[in-house]
């Protein structure tokens, strides 16, 4: 199944189960979204339930709360998580506050979807990988998706809450076709185990999944046997689940599109580190998008982010270093 289409059908699903669940971003409606996310609902499910809205992210996110507040479980659609900056008033100050300092009186069923990170010669205003700054809100839970089931399950889990969710795409996934199955009890707050190995640890997520998986197969090669786990819920972490991979291989690697610096590389680096210190044969690494901008042209482009081949390259040269 399409990337793009395990989420339509979240949506759908939802939206035919619940009469509240309410769909609006720009161009959501009669157009289908800018990556046909919510392409067809409109048809199915009409004008006041599929809302196109004016070019004003703060207004999308700010209305959506207003919906939330009063019963409603709107799903917001941002077309860029680039332009989700100009909502983050409503985001920090409001979607993350409101269920809080209303001593939990005030449900917030609220899911905001963006897509994030580097697709191809879109430039930096428009390639930015952003989760570290909504992860690092307290009051908001933070999903992403690397396959068509963490999409459909995903989501619907997010819309199911009773708390806002951040719920992160990625652009070149939307035209990606991933089996898919239906997953009972699926639970994004746990990490999913995508491959089993020994010697090495690869934490990763949305795109990088697939980058990552492309560069076990040529570690292998090199007799490197690498368990892979690919993180649904980026606040909270399920740290639990990454110790206890780490206990096994005695060595970490996380590998995001964002830059290093400050990267949830970073956090989950540090939280290893500090509770597994004596299990460790090697220093964490990081392989993280670098500290520019993301440029335009497409050589730098791919310098600027993880690649399949610098994965591999990087893990390569980290574990020869430490003993592997």
Known sequence: MLYRDAL????????????TVVILGEDVGFYGGNYKVTEGLYAKYGDKRV???????????????????????????????????????????????????????????????MPQGAAKQLAAQHSQSLEHMF????????????????????????????????FLEH???????????????????????IKEGKDVTIVSYLKMVH????????????????????????????????????????????????PKTLGLGAEISARVSEELFYYLDAPPLRVAGEDVPIPYNRKLELMAIPTPERIYREILQWSRRHGL
């Not at 507040?69 to 659609?77: C, N, S």
């Not at 070149?172 to 639970?187: A, N």
């Open 8 to 19: 339509n059908l979240a949506l759908d699903h939802a939206m035919e189960k619940d009469p």
């Open 51 to 113: 809302i196109d809205t004016p070019i004003a992210e703060n207004s999308i996110v700010g209305t959506a709360i207003g919906m939330a507040t009063v019963g409603l479980r709107p799903v917001a659609e941002i077309m860029t998580a680039n332009f989700a900056m100009l909502a983050m008033d409503q985001i920090v100050n409001n979607m993350a506050k409101i269920r809080y300092m209303s001593g939990g009186k005030i449900a917030l069923p609220i899911v905001v979807r």
């Open 135 to 166: 992860a690092s809100v307290p009051g908001l839970y933070v999903f992403c998706a690397s396959d068509s089931i963490s999409a459909y399950h995903g989501l619907l889990y997010a819309i199911r809450l009773d708390d806002p969710v951040i």
């Open 171 to 193: 652009p070149l996934l939307y035209p990606m076709d991933f089996p898919f199955e239906y997953v009972k009890d699926f639970d994004p707050f746990k990490v999913r185990r």
């Open 211 to 258: 980058d990552v998986m492309a560069a076990v197969d040529e570690l292998e090669k090199e007799g490197i046997s690498c368990e892979v786990l690919d993180l649904v819920s980026l606040r909270p972490i399920d740290f639990e689940g990454i110790y206890e991979s780490v206990r096994k291989t005695k060595r970490l690697v996380v590998v995001y599109e964002a």
